[in-house]
């Protein structure tokens, strides 16, 4: 006979932290909890029982075999009570989707440390029905991974190893475990997946829970480098107003839907299905708009592909900044920094950059104004010796139409200073002579700054 819970795998447990275990009181969590025993410090683990009050005096049953089991082997336990049907009626939600979500957020708060990890009792057979259930849904390649051993501060040792084995490792080691009535009912689709479609696949191949584990590991490390070489083609396509286009449009189509999907996710447009990224791929080709979730629209023009939610676009705006941070009403926040360029030999020292995203402070003699675009407006940029339309700029330097109205002007003194996306007006830039410079930077309010 193997060795018991031979496939079990605590390679991703830190050294030292807390262990808070998910513990049912079901053969998985208590085979897990019990193995455990022989593997990890006692003094580091912590069961976390959730009651669900969904089943009257058997949860409470629940509840005391799992305290019992802690007593019995002098282990750190915790348990939360929540009346999980009817927080799921107040939230809207289903009940299987509630209370995994205060399941979670309970453990969450037993593991606060960096080093703190969340144990759950998932095995080889849960694995296999969450690809099956994905797979009767239409799932692309990111639903037939599975489960994932790992996410966060949760692992999942049991992966692996499948139902019949812990319930073998519990009768040897003489361990009790209750048994959720609700399991055997077919009204659940997960419950018939398992008791009526995972039979009848394994007549057909005794080994399949082991080759759905083989496929889901080898299906992820194909994902893994296909969302690899998605980031590269997006910092590359990356430019001040959006995504250069072309690259995107040439690139294969597995590696351009996956940029779009991080592109827009980073701007916090989540949920996208694959009629939306569809149709953004279209626009790629074609140009024009696209509407997606949360009231974001993207737009290609000029090259480019751009992301807005609302209309922003349509509203002018006019406010006096300084330095820090500054939240426009365009959807965009202005950091204004002020730099020192003078080395310890007192002469200027200037990077390349501060040409074009820094303003000479001692040309600054009055507060600065942000503001959009207005009609008649001209521009003068540094170095160019011309005055110009900003129309003719946008045109030149390929800002989407729908962007226009969001780009960001500095006014000083009635003159405007800068221009996003073109950089200083002339008399305003940085120079040999500046000793003191104004380094502008403008970011979408939902990311991290980044350089003009």
């Known amino acids: 006979m193997s060795k018991p819970l031979a496939a079990a795998d605590l390679s991703g447990l830190p050294p ?236 294969h189509p597995a590696l351009s839907s996956r940029a779009l999907r991080l592109w827009c996710e980073g701007q916090g447009c989540t949920s996208l299905e694959k009629v939306h990224v569809e149709a953004l791929l279209h626009c790629l080709g074609a140009g024009g708009e696209a509407d997606l979730p949360g009231g974001f629209r993207a737009c290609c023009s000029q090259g480019v592909l751009s992301l807005q939610r609302g209309n922003p676009s349509a509203r002018g705006f006019s406010l006096a900044v300084g330095l820090g941070e500054t939240s426009l009403p365009c959807g965009k926040v202005l950091l204004l920094e002020e730099k020192i360029l003078e080395n310890q030999e007192g002469k200027p020292k200037i990077h390349n950059l501060l040409f074009k995203n820094a303003l000479d402070c001692a040309i600054i003699t009055t507060t600065l104004v942000a503001r959009s675009r207005r009609a008649g407006d001209r521009f003068s940029p540094a170095g160019r010796g011309v005055s110009k339309g900003l129309k003719q700029l946008f045109q030149e330097n390929r800002v989407p139409v729908p962007q226009r109205g969001r780009a960001v002007l500095l006014e000083c003194g009635g003159r405007l200073a800068f221009c996003e996306g073109v950089g200083p007006a002339e008399g305003f830039q940085v120079t040999e002579r500046t000793r003191r410079a104004l380094v502008v930077r403008l970011r979408e309010a939902e990311e991290g700054p980044t350089a003009l």
């Open 16 to 251: 030292r932290g807390r262990v808070v275990v998910g513990f049912s009181g079901g053969a998985d969590s208590t085979a897990l909890a019990h193995w455990l025993l022989g593997k990890v410090e006692p003094s580091r683990l912590v069961l976390a029982h959730v009651n669900h009050c969904l089943r009257g005096e058997a949860s409470q049953r629940d509840e005391e075999a799992a305290r019992q089991f802690a007593r019995r082997f002098g282990l750190a336990f915790q348990v939360h009570q929540e009346d999980v049907a009817a927080l799921a009626r107040e939230r809207g939600q289903g009940v299987e989707e509630c209370g995994r979500q205060v399941r979670y957020r309970f453990f969450q708060s037993l593991a606060p440390g960096e080093e703190d990890r969340i144990l759950t009792a998932h095995n080889a057979g849960d694995n296999a029905e969450t690809v099956l259930l994905h797979l009767c849904r239409g799932t692309s390649l990111p639903g037939l991974l599975g489960i994932p051993y790992a996410r966060g501060k949760v692992l999942r040792p049991l992966l692996r190893v499948p139902r019949e084995e812990i319930e073998a490792y519990c009768q040897e080691q003489g361990l009790s475990y209750v048994t959720d009535e609700s399991n055997f009912s077919l009204e659940y689709a997960r419950n018939r997946m398992r008791l009526q479609v995972v039979p009848a696949l394994r007549q057909l191949n005794p080994a399949f829970l082991a080759a759905v584990s083989r496929m889901t590991e080898t299906l992820s490390q194909d994902c893994e480098y296909l969302e690899r070489e998605a980031r590269a083609l997006l910092e590359r396509c990356r430019g001040p107003w959006g995504l250069e286009a072309a690259p995107l449009a040439q690139a």
